[in-house]
């Protein structure tokens, strides 16, 4: 199993310095490979291999205008080139964007391989320093000398934190939660985070729109200032810090609400919803983006597998608001706007995101008792027969 350690890195002045210079590199190397690929292929209309870029950074080693490229660690620069190389595999694959041009006011980070660190007793030496970089260590039933990472990446925040992700190969066993019996619907939202088919509501705390005063106020303040300044140098990192604050709030909320989630219930039921299209809607765009659905599933993705609990997600175009979960019938149209609505087939009086969470997790169980093709591979593509169809739902979903 492959997981990662992310700590705090406290380097001293002098290590900062070879890391910002290190930073500085990979940087330009990214860049002007990059744009090396960017003027080759529009002229000769050819792709780039890694071999290629490998003899045109040595070639640009050599040119004598970038000699301060021998100063730094080669490792870097080298895994540069890999992560470029692997970009434009995920781009052709249509798994990612085009890649971007790096910024020197953006998250910086150089990854080291194990023949440019090394790490002995739990502490950690990097290619070009002396001596070992401080952390700290976050994890007291893990003894940190018993590792053996295979890559190191060194990174620095806009907002002036530096970090140190530790990859490791370990052969651990699955860690087994004790099994409860329980299993859970969950309806994402905007007015409430999550909707829980058991009837409970967990609030969306709305960090953005919370910390949107200050950081207009920060954002001003570095607007007034003049370019290339100090000061305006000093205004960035007030303007980064903000964001980190909203990003670190995020990050704790989903985290505990997540692992309540998959240390409570043996089955999680979620729905495969397209967070890139939805957020496409002008008026909700920055609500989702700050309720952090894709990273919500991401995390009970990996803790699902992590503690032997069953994630099921359920196609995308299943229609569990217009379903009711007490007979099967099914609306032909139901606006956004409306919370409640009262069954026309059996007289239930539903509260919408409470009857879509029961309704998840009924297809859920029916894809797991059954095999039922709620959740098939490319949903995104298309619209599944019970959604174009305005008829009663009954067929494999269970009452609760």
């Known amino acids: 199993m492959r997981t990662a350690y992310r700590v705090r890195v406290y380097p001293t002045p002098e290590q900062a310095m070879v890391l910002n210079r290190t930073f500085g590199c990979v940087r330009l190397v990214w860049n002007e490979v990059l744009a090396w690929r960017n003027k080759r292929y529009h002229a000769e209309g050819v792709k780039t291999s890694y071999a290629q870029t490998d003899r045109y950074l040595t070639e ?7 000699d301060f490229l021998y100063e730094v660690s080669s490792v870097p620069l080298q895994q540069a080139l890999r992560h470029q190389y692997t970009a434009f595999v995920n781009l052709f694959a249509g798994r990612a964007r085009y890649p971007r041009f790096k910024s020197r006011y953006g998250r910086q980070s150089a990854t080291y391989t194990r023949s440019a660190f090394r790490w002995e007793d739990g502490r950690l030496f990097l290619a070009k320093m002396d001596g070992p970089i401080a952390f700290v260590w976050s994890w007291p039933d893990i003894d940190p000398a018993m590792l053996n990472p295979t890559t190191v990446t060194i990174s620095r925040d806009p907002d002036g934190r530096w970090y140190a992700s530790l990859a490791i190969e370990s052969e651990e ?6 099994a409860t019996g329980g299993s859970v619907g969950v309806d994402l939202g905007v007015t409430d985070f999550a909707v829980l088919s058991t009837g409970e509501k967990v609030a969306n705390p709305r960090h953005l729109k919370r910390k949107a005063g200050n950081l207009a106020r920060y954002q001003r303040r570095m607007a007034r200032k003049q370019r290339g300044s100090n000061n305006r140098v000093k205004a960035r990192a007030k303007v980064a810090r903000a964001h980190t604050k909203v990003a670190d709030a995020r990050a704790d909320f989903l985290h505990k609400t997540s692992a309540r989630l998959v240390r409570d219930h043996d089955v999680i039921v979620i729905e495969d919803l397209a967070v890139k299209n939805m957020v496409r809607n002008r008026s909700l765009a920055k609500a989702i983006s700050d309720s952090g659905w894709g990273e919500f599933r991401r995390q009970l993705e990996y803790k699902a597998a992590k503690y032997g609990r069953h994630l099921i997600v359920i196609d995308r175009w299943y229609p569990s608001s217009k379903a009711c ?3 099967g019938h099914l609306l032909a149209a139901l606006s956004l706007g409306t919370r409640r609505w009262t069954c026309p087939g059996c007289g239930t009086l539903h509260d919408r995101d409470i009857n879509a969470a029961k309704n998840i997790l009924a297809a859920g169980r029916a894809v797991s008792a059954c095999g039922v093709d709620v ?12 959604k174009q169809e305005a008829q009663p739902v009954r067929a494999g979903i269970s009452r609760l």
């Open 60 to 66: 640009l080693k050599r040119d004598g205008d970038h």
């Open 173 to 178: 066993e699955m860690e087994t939660l004790p």
């Open 325 to 327: 979960s007490a007979c």
């Open 375 to 386: 959740s098939p591979q490319g949903s995104s593509l298309r619209q599944s027969a019970v």
